[in-house]
């Protein structure tokens, strides 16, 4: 079986926390993870923490003077998936009308994998007609939009928006690649 790569474009969400279980998940399941991070998620979590999560290196500049490759070619073309998660407004925004202003939009733009959102935000910002009319250009082009569930959202109220637990986003990805090939482990004392 061959190894599925997957990119996850992790975003300025406040549950960017949850999405290192993803990744950490993902990996163990014997998927190769490469993580590209926006300005903002790195406002929330270290590009350290994806890194050893996903023993791999983690992407946050285009302008990478170290790669003779134009790094967003590069990660787009190696993709089986990208997953974009936590998705906020503001990517799916850009994602919609083409906006290609960081790495990871313009590794969206030059992917021909299937693109996979899990959008979260607070309840009014999901609820935003400009974020339901991005959404559904977004599916209207074929991209996988995992809705977030209902519940208590980190601006302190309850409402739909939350990032679903990472084993429901980690099962979206096993049904649309197959499930991975696992890894073996060493065995603790
Ligand atoms: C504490 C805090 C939490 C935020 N949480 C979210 C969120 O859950 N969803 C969202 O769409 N934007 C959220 N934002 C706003 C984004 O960080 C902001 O729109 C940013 O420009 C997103 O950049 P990016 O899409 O390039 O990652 C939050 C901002 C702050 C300060």
């Given at each position: ?68 490759d134009p790094?967003h070619i ?116």
């Amino acid at each position: 079986m061959t190894t599925k790569r997957i990119v996850i474009g992790v975003c300025g969400g406040i549950a960017c926390y949850k999405v290192c279980d993803v990744v950490s998940l993902l990996y163990q399941k014997g998927f190769d993870v490469t993580v590209i991070m926006t300005a903002a998620a790195q406002k929330f979590v270290k590009p350290f923490t994806f890194q050893t999560l996903s023993h791999r290196k983690v992407y946050t500049d285009m302008f990478d003077e170290a790669s003779y490759d134009p790094t967003h070619i590069y990660l787009a073309d190696n993709a089986d998936l990208f997953l974009v998660a936590p998705a906020t407004a503001d990517i799916i925004a850009k994602l919609a009308v083409g906006i290609a202003d960081d790495l990871l939009t313009t590794c969206a733009l030059a992917l021909k994998a299937p693109l996979m959102l899990a959008p979260s935000m607070n309840d009014n910002m999901w609820n935003h007609p400009t974020v339901k009319a991005n959404l559904a250009t977004l599916g209207a082009r074929g991209a996988l939009v995992i809705a977030p569930d209902a519940g208590y959202l980190a601006c302190d109220r309850v409402g739909t928006g939350r990032l679903p637990a990472p084993d429901a986003i980690v099962a979206a990805v096993e049904k649309m690649l197959g499930p991975g090939p696992g890894r073996a482990l060493a065995q603790g004392k």
